[in-house]
């Protein structure tokens, strides 16, 4: 019998990579669906689409078990009007076109988990949301409405927020995903950087939460995602202890040894996100998310507290 599948589309960045080791030491056959694909010696086949259109990619979807859909332009970039444009529209296409391709396949994948983000609640200070929370306002908020728009617009409809599911539906969750903690891509690597050269001091006010959540606990998620088929609708796949980004710096330091380090102001990040490329606002929002139906569900983090997850991962760096 041929293994069960995974189709990973955007699968080749930071979370993909993550996932398809997960999935592979879980029995599964991965298929990545890419812009570049290459040939790969870890069995993974790397699929062309261009994230926009139909093409012959879309038979690898039939029969498969889950396709996962992490594709969009890197959020992590100045949001100027044509970045807003860009990171928009990859993500609202990628999503229409693995929608398309799911209803063109004769035997359509059993689940779609798609990623989605926290931004999703836009800056909310110190208000915990659960995923009954509202959309917020701003940039990010408007990104995340639309992405979830293109994905849930599709779906059968909601009942409670969770989906009817029924044998013809492809079960459908969207995991609003927060601050991604992991050795290989993400905040993090900079953050340690940043803080080995003595500038890992708190971000502005250090107020503003950090929902955090390590990469291994986030690959069970999505594993949960594909495997608990009483599951759909919304989740928030976030740590359950968001911490200030004070507490957080403070406890980054303490990971890689740096007893102490100024703190940096909100002017010096909109300086220094303008000079290297990147988008301040990321640092300074503040989100303080709870993972309610994870945990409802019996989810059991490996790393629910922000010093264990960060002693664990840089440990090595
Ligand atoms: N990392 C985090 O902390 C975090 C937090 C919340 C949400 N998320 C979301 O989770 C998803 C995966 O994140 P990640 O950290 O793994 O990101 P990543 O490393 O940047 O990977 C995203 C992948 O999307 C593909 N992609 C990039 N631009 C694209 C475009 N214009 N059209 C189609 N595909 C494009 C790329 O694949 P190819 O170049 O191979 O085509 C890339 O490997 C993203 O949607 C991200 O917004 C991440």
């Not at 004769?106 to 949301?129: L, M, N």
Request: hydrophobic share 40%; with cysteine.
């Amino acid at each position: 019998m041929s293994p069960r599948r995974v189709v990973i589309a955007g699968g080749s960045g930071f979370i993909g990579t993550a996932l398809t080791k997960e999935f592979q030491a879980r029995g599964y056959g991965v298929a990545v669906l890419t812009r570049s694909p290459r040939e790969r010696a870890d069995g993974v086949r790397e699929i062309e689409w261009d994230g926009l259109r139909q093409g012959g990619w879309f038979e690898s979807l039939d029969g498969a078990e889950a396709v996962i859909n992490l594709a969009g332009k890197n959020i992590n970039c100045p949001h100027t009007p044509r970045n807003v444009r860009e990171l928009t529209g990859s993500r609202v296409n990628s999503v229409r076109a693995v929608a398309a391709a799911i209803s063109r396949v004769a035997q359509p994948p059993r689940v779609w988990a798609q990623a989605g983000a926290i931004g999703f609640y836009g800056d909310a200070s110190d208000r915990w949301c659960d995923e009954a929370a509202p959309a917020g306002r701003g940039t990010l908020a408007n990104i995340c409405r639309d992405w979830e728009a293109a994905f849930l617009g599709t779906a059968p409809p909601l009942a409670n927020g969770r989906q009817e599911t029924g044998p013809a539906a492809t079960r459908r969750v969207l995991l609003r995903i927060g601050m991604v903690l992991g050795r290989g891509g993400g905040a993090l690597p900079v953050l340690v950087r940043l803080t080995k050269w003595f500038l890992g001091g708190r971000a502005g006010s250090g107020r503003q939460f950090v929902s955090w959540v390590h990469l291994g606990d986030l690959a069970r998620m999505f594993v949960a995602a594909v495997e608990r088929t009483d599951l759909s609708g919304v989740l928030n796949a976030v740590g359950p202890n968001p911490v200030t980004n004070a507490e957080f710096m403070r406890q980054l330091r303490r990971a890689v040894h740096r007893p102490w380090s100024p703190p940096v102001p909100e002017f010096a990040m909109r300086l220094g996100g303008r000079l290297i490329g990147a988008e301040p606002s990321l640092a300074l929002i503040s989100q303080r998310c709870a993972p309610k139906r994870l945990t409802e569900m019996g989810f059991e983090f490996q790393f629910p507290d922000v010093d264990s997850a960060l002693e664990d991962l840089c440990r090595m760096a």
